[in-house]
């Protein structure tokens, strides 16, 4: 059909006179020339067509006529159209990417300040997404965020543009905002949708987000200002515990420059050696023995004096800076540890914080058995502080590093426990040897009960698993002996002792040594058991197993008094039922010959005539019933010593 005819038939109606005119200019000059067409096939569908004219000369050069070539090159166009658009959207999702939303973002601004409207940016982060991309798989992962898109989208007017700018992390651009109220409705809904479960790989999880908000006002000089500052409330809504939105503030920036400037104090910091290592004594909770020191960084800076870790850690770990000065904490805290030694002032491992950034490093511990080599430092002498949110980034890793370093010796505590969102089933896998129960438990032990209820459980617990129990930030004796209560087995705190630089440790430690030797000298607890059955007698001792007294037992009164002549007994319990001489009447002996002890009797039945008696002759102090309750009588026991103890106090004095 084409045979014959000139080729501009396939131009269709619209020209396309730019290509035209380059092709009638390359005639006039005789030249060659190359366009691209826009030419409709007989269905009237578009091709491009790639057309090369040349002239054809004669002999005498003078241009006869020309030759023309034509190429159908519609798939390179469309490839070269997908390329183009790939260079602004999102492969994944197939939003418009960062450099997309910067110039929707310029437009809706120049816009916007014509027509006196306002722009506003939500900034859109998924919670914990790293958690489940690295513990279900990088497909999981895309399919969480392929399915979020298309949440969101539902929402969205036409105008508005959602783009992903970063791994979980979305932009949502509403150009034409007249009501700022609206915002956190959409925030809301978009928090909504996003909240309803999802099943991934046959397990159904909940996802939440965090959303930051900001709005163009006039001061605004780069647009991209916007997403900063949406960004920046974002972070505040995490830090509020997510799953909620936040509006940008002003004091936000502030916060962002004071971050900056104090990063380039902290370089000045490692460079000049600013830090000084404090030390913070660790106690058993029966005994108050010391059994730790933990190690803990003190920044006292030229001009404004102690900057709080709270306040420059954060700022060293996202700067990498952390690395640097946590590697100078562990060799100052290993060298301290050895000089405590080697003057015998302690014998008791020191607790060093580790920033997860430090412990992810592939050479972290070749690098920590150096300094111990270095510092000279057994490895049974150091213990490792980590915080849950570091154990629950790359789970199977942390549990393997774990073990090689319980394998070398150290021992490993989790800090903050209960803030962060450790299960109990994990835990079980985790190789550590101490819990610490936040500061934030703690604090209101003695009046809140479900922060003491949280205490209780994490400690049953932990003793279900072997792990033993340290309260941090014990400030007073009421929490200190609700805590005991609860089979707490150390303490950390103020009630105890503060962070002390080195030599104030020194100095407390000579003191403290000499103090507790004299208690110990003077107060073994001894306790003698006193029933005609032998199984009472061994359950009452698995359930004392824990407790720091030495037991002894015996089946009849005769033994019994044999026992208190050979030792120091400060409380007896003593059965009532007993074949040859009954509780009451044993313990009124021992009260003429041993007026000091502290006497309990173990009744099953309530002759309660006769231990009335004997408890109005002051022959026994108190009767407890058979069958017991294993917590009360062991509280009832320590009550007796300590009862023990303030007697001996008051006839010292
Ligand atoms: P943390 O590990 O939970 O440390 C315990 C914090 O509680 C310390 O605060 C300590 O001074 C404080 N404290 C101890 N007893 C009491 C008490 O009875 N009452 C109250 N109110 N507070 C008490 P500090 O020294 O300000 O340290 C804060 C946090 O900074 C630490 O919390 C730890 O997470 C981090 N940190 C400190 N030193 C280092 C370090 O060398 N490396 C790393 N990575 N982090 C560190
Ligand atoms: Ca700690
Ligand atoms: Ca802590």
Redesign the pocket.
Same mark, same amino acid.
């Given at each position: 059909e084409a045979q014959g005819r000139n080729c501009r038939f396939l131009q269709g109606q619209q020209r396309d006179g730019l290509a035209v005119k380059q092709m009638r200019d390359a005639i006039t000059l005789r030249q060659e020339c190359s366009v691209v067409l826009k030419n409709y096939r007989k269905d009237n569908s578009l091709f491009w067509n790639n057309l090369f004219l040349a002239p054809v000369p004669d002999e005498r050069g003078d241009i006869t006529h020309y030759i023309g070539i034509q190429t159908d090159i519609t798939a390179q166009k469309r490839y070269e159209q997908e390329l183009a658009h790939n260079a602004s959207h999102d492969l994944l999702t197939g939003l418009p990417n960062r450099s997309l939303l910067r110039d929707r973002l310029s437009q809706s601004c120049n816009i916007s300040q014509r027509y006196a409207q306002k722009v506003a940016v939500l900034f859109i982060d998924l919670d914990g997404f790293k958690l489940i991309n690295d513990s279900m798989g990088h497909l999981s992962g895309d399919e969480v965020l392929k399915l979020v898109t298309s949440r969101i989208v539902a929402l969205i007017r036409p105008g508005d543009t959602l783009s992903r700018i970063g791994g979980d992390e979305f932009v949502l651009l509403v150009p034409d905002v007249q009501d700022d109220e609206l915002l956190p409705q959409l925030a809301g809904r978009i928090l909504t949708t996003i909240a309803e479960p999802v099943t991934l790989q046959g397990q159904e999880i909940q996802l939440t987000a965090s959303i930051g908000i900001s709005v163009s006002g006039s001061e605004l000089t780069e647009p991209m200002q916007l997403v900063q500052q949406a960004d920046l409330a974002m972070c505040r809504a995490k830090q509020l515990g997510r799953n909620t939105y936040q509006w940008y503030k002003a004091e936000m920036d502030q916060l962002l420059s004071k971050q900056l400037s104090l990063k380039s104090m902290l370089r000045k910091a490692i460079d000049q050696q600013e830090f000084e290592l !404090?030390y913070?004594p660790q106690v058993d909770a029966v005994t108050n023995e010391l059994v730790g020191l933990?190690?803990?960084?003190r920044w006292p800076h030229p001009e404004q004096g102690f900057i &709080?870790?709270?306040e420059f850690?954060p700022v060293a770990e996202d700067t990498g800076m952390?690395v640097e000065?946590?590697q100078w *904490?562990l060799e100052q805290a290993c060298a301290f540890n050895y000089q405590l030694q080697q003057q015998q002032l302690a014998s008791v491992p020191v607790a *060093?914080?580790? &920033?997860s950034m430090q412990f992810q490093r592939s050479e972290f511990i070749e690098q920590l058995q150096q300094t111990l080599t270095v510092q000279r430092l057994a490895a049974r002498y150091l213990q490792l502080?980590l915080t849950e949110s570091l154990l629950l980034e790359n789970i199977e890793y942390v549990i393997e590093k774990l073990h090689r370093l319980k394998q070398l010796g150290i021992s490993i505590a989790i800090?903050?426990f209960g803030t962060g969102y450790s299960s109990l089933s994990y835990l079980k896998r985790l190789p550590i040897d101490k819990l610490?129960i936040?500061?934030d438990f703690v604090r209101d032990i003695v009046t809140d009960k479900r922060d003491a209820a949280i205490c209780r459980a994490i400690i049953a617990m932990a003793h279900q698993l072997d792990v033993k129990v340290v309260a941090?930030? *014990?400030?007073n004796d009421a929490q200190a002996a609700l805590l005991g209560k609860s089979l707490c087995d150390e303490f950390?705190? !103020?009630?105890f002792a503060?962070?002390m630089s080195a030599a104030d440790t020194e100095q407390f430690l000579r003191y403290y040594a000499a103090k507790q030797q004299h208690r110990q000298a003077g107060s073994q607890q001894t306790l003698l058991l006193v029933d005609d059955e032998d199984n009472i007698l061994h359950a009452l001792k698995r359930l004392l197993r824990k407790e720091p007294y030495t037991v002894l037992t015996c089946t009849s009164a005769k033994q019994a008094f044999e026992l208190l002549a050979l030792h120091d007994v400060q409380v007896i319990v003593s059965d009532q039922r007993m074949p040859q001489m009954n509780g009451t009447e044993f313990l009124r002996q021992v009260k003429d010959m041993y007026p000091e002890t502290i006497r309990l009797v173990l009744s099953g039945y309530t002759d309660l005539r006769s231990v009335t008696e004997a408890i109005n002759q002051g022959a026994i102090y108190k009767f407890l019933t058979k069958p017991w309750q294993d917590n009360e009588l062991r509280e009832e026991i320590r009550a007796a010593f300590k009862r023990y103890a303030g007697q001996t106090q008051q006839t010292d004095r």
């Open positions: !404090y913070q933990e190690a803990l960084l &709080s870790p709270e850690i952390i000065i946590g *904490v *060093v914080n580790l &920033s502080e800090d903050d610490k936040d500061r941090e930030g *014990v400030e950390q705190g !103020y009630h503060k962070p």
